[in-house]
């Protein structure tokens, strides 16, 4: 999982009901949000409710690929916590 999300929002409440099927979260900042959560903040409500394996990222970029590892079959991304974190992924990827 790849996680963004304001700061309006409870991402403990967001990814609880979804936590036993997550493997890893990395956590990212949605830029130019102001009202957003820190890929450090997200990360610490995230292991907060059992998710262990998380780790912040500088950037969606960063993210995406430190999941990728060509040595092995392709896994499932699952970019979520908000719309502006798909508006951000689509800006930043003008192939997708």
């Known amino acids: 999982v ?4 304001l700061s309006t929002k409870k991402p403990e409440e967001f990814l609880d009901p979804i ?4 493997n890893s979260v990395s956590t990212v900042h949605i ?3 102001m009202a957003c959560f820190s890929a450090e903040e997200l990360a610490k409500a ?5 998710i262990k394996n998380c780790h912040p990222q500088i950037s969606f ?4 690929n ?3 590892d060509p040595s092995q079959d392709p896994s ?3 970019a ?7 508006g951000l992924i689509l800006r930043e990827n003008k192939s997708f």
């Open 80 to 86: 979520c916590g908000s719309l502006y974190l798909a």
């Open 66 to 68: 430190n999941l990728i």
């Open 31 to 33: 830029t130019d949000e």
């Open 76 to 78: 499932r991304i699952l």
């Open 46 to 50: 995230t292991t907060a409710i059992g």
């Open 61 to 64: 970029d960063q993210a995406f």
């Open 19 to 22: 936590k036993h099927f997550i």
């Open 2 to 5: 790849i996680f963004g999300m």
